[in-house]
DNA sequence: CATTGTGAACGGGTTCACAGCA
DNA sequence: TGCTGTGAACCCGTTCACAATG
């Protein structure tokens, strides 16, 4: 637990896939599991498995395994995701209207607070409950409501634009939509969601 | 070129990255690139650029660096998109819908042939230019139309089950929207795509 | 006595540094 | 001269193997 050196970003995106599989077991009422079945069900070995949760502190019991519970409120302390955070949804296009529909995120901890655009025939309209706003009103509105993190579904074109707009307001975090890469200071979190890039990951191996 | 030994599979994730990079260079007219301005675009090394490049041949020229329409080239053949891939989508639910209807696949590469579902409240009625084929179709229109990649979009309840009976009908790659890790044969190729997964990630170093 | 937690060994991916070449 | 291609060094994540323990 004392940790002088950080705990290394690898390990941090394996828990909220231990996470998931806790919860699955948690779901059907397990109460307790352990390092080698949760390996089997993930394809992740067992020895690894320990040594990432003994990273966080001792969690598990000899001859016994990990409580679930216990296991689930630890990780979602790490990970932060005690609580709900606010997220705002950038890009009022298709897919972002799909996302703004999409019940997922809600219940899971995340919740999408509002919807911006800059194009002017959607303006006012409304997705849901959401009602478009302009992007002109995103830097008060991030700033007001302490929002950390955006998703962002914008047209390639202007992603980075847009992503650098929304860090100068306050933005912390982009799950970005788009297909292209950002470049943003350090400490800005990024993370890419493409799914054409693992489709073409996958053709390697096909055939 | 003379792969005893295959290429290490993080390798082959990254070049999509590349391709992506590359084809927006492309799209503004630039003909020349180097490993350099690549590593900045992407927020990777130049020398992993050349180093993973030079695993499938002699791509550059020294001094002055990677033709980009040759290159693009290049990686398509690699990574076996130098042609079109039929999908089928299997899961008509809120998020099928919403992918269904998204354009972004088409004109990149791959193709969503057919929806199937196995809720008969909805099979035969219509998405775009979809109508909603019933699961116990899949098999035979798998293998009729040589179908290798499924988008999977069913519920996390039944994802697992859906999986085996596409791997059994043929079906040699999937991308899974639900939130659970699917157990399968070797040699099936497995992509997940959950949001959920990289916000939970991005929360930890939030605050 | 089954299973965790962990130092040590291992393996492999990344970086370095420079020879080679247009 | 400028940039690629690449062996060697380095670094870091994974696996191993076993002591510790409820």
Redesign the interface.
Known sequence: MSDLAPIPDII??R???Y???LQ?LHSRSVVTTNSQELG????ISAAQIRKDLSQFGGFGKQGTGYNIPFLIEKLKN????DRT?D?ILVGAG??GH?IA?????QN???RIIAVFDNNPAIIGSTIEEFSILPVSQARDFIQKNRV??A?LTVP?SSAQEAAEFLVESGI??I?NYA???L?LPEGI?V?Y???????????????
């Open positions: 941090i995106r828990l909220p896939i996470l998931q599989a699955h089997k069900m993930l394809g790490i990970l932060k995701i955070w997220v298709d897919l799909a529909r999409y019940q997922g995120f899971r901890g995340f950390n993190i998703l390639a912390k975090a799950l297909p292209i890469s470049l979190q993370e969601l493409d799914p054409l890039l693992q489709l073409q990951h996958m053709t390697y191996y096909l055939e």
